[in-house]
Nanobody, 127 residues
Framework: QVQLVESGGRLMQAGGSLRLSCTAS????????MAWFRQAPGKEREFVAA????????VSADSVKGRFTISRDNAKNTVYLQMNSLKSEDTAVYLC????????????????????WGQGTQVTVSS
């Protein structure tokens, strides 16, 4: 079992910056990847960014490229999402996810790659 706790979400002005954190506990020794997804009211969950725990390879959605950066601290079992130049369309619940079971045929951007999910942290961007 893995527990994920997100933090850092809050009300922001457009153009501002915010950093989200997600810390994993429990069965963290077999982490393969971690990711951020988001879900806005009335919309489907969408991929934001992901990072390979072993190689550090990162991928991100086109909608956030150049604005959001995912990073990790392996020693703290924590993944971060640095969000710059925030827009009102970034308003959503941001969810952290982790892959602990080796899987083939799935990309880092695919939500069914991930085995555990956090409860989410709300980010609201006012224009």
């Amino acid at each position: 079992q893995v527990q994920l706790v997100e933090s850092g979400g809050r009300l922001m002005q457009a153009g501002g910056s915010l950093r989200l954190s997600c810390t994993a506990s429990g069965r963290t020794f077999s982490t393969y990847a971690m990711a951020w997804f988001r879900q806005a009211p009335g919309k489907e969950r969408e991929f934001v960014a992901a990072i390979s725990w072993t190689s550090g390879l990162t991928v991100s959605a086109d909608s956030v490229k150049g604005r959001f950066t995912i990073s990790r601290d392996n020693a703290k079992n924590t993944v971060y999402l640095q969000m710059n130049s925030l827009k009102s369309e970034d308003t959503a619940v941001y969810l952290c996810a982790t892959q602990v079971v080796p899987t083939t045929g799935r990309g880092l951007h695919e939500d069914d790659l991930y085995d555990y999910w956090g409860q989410g942290t709300q980010v609201t961007v006012s224009s």
